[in-house]
């Protein structure tokens, strides 16, 4: 099993920030900061119509962690896709333009995820200029119900990938190209 990774990769240098709207919402979103703070501390309480913050469409999304897709649909703000993990975990995105999974319907699908795959882009069908991706973590509880957990507690350690604007421009030509 590989290391954790951030949902987000290292575009061009900078690294993407953790997003507080509303402090009383168990996610996070990232995004990346117009005017990066070196060094400087990857959390920022913002306000929703902030320009402090951007991201290109088509950014890649990677799965954090190995796992199992069970769910991947449309919905009124882009594509979610949440992926089980196997160990009591399930992850959560949404907000994306494109999935790189199939679309499950009444039946999860059960595709399989390994950390650090692309399972889709950031973006949302209106074209929104700014469409940070939301992430969320559930962990199961005894009772075998899933309570959403911080993920500002584990994803500081997680491992980055580096992504620059030629692999993006690929990732982009593959996705259009039959398979």
Known sequence: MKPPVVP???????????????????AVELAYERA????????????????????PRLTPVFAVNDGRVIYAREQSDGHAILIDHLNGWVSMYSRLVHMFVAPTRNTPIQA???AGDIIGYVGTPRGTPVTPLRFELWRMTESEDF???????????????????AQLARAANDARSPS
């Open 8 to 26: 987000l990769p290292i575009l061009n240098g900078q690294r993407p920030i953790l997003l507080i709207f509303d402090h009383t919402d168990p």
């Open 36 to 55: 990066p703070l070196i060094g400087g501390n990857r959390v920022r309480t913002v306000a929703r119509d902030s320009t402090d913050y951007w991201i």
């Open 147 to 165: 309570m959403p957990v911080d993920p500002i507690l584990f994803i500081r350690r997680w491992q980055h990938v580096d992504w620059r604007d």
């Open 112 to 114: 399989p995820a390994c």
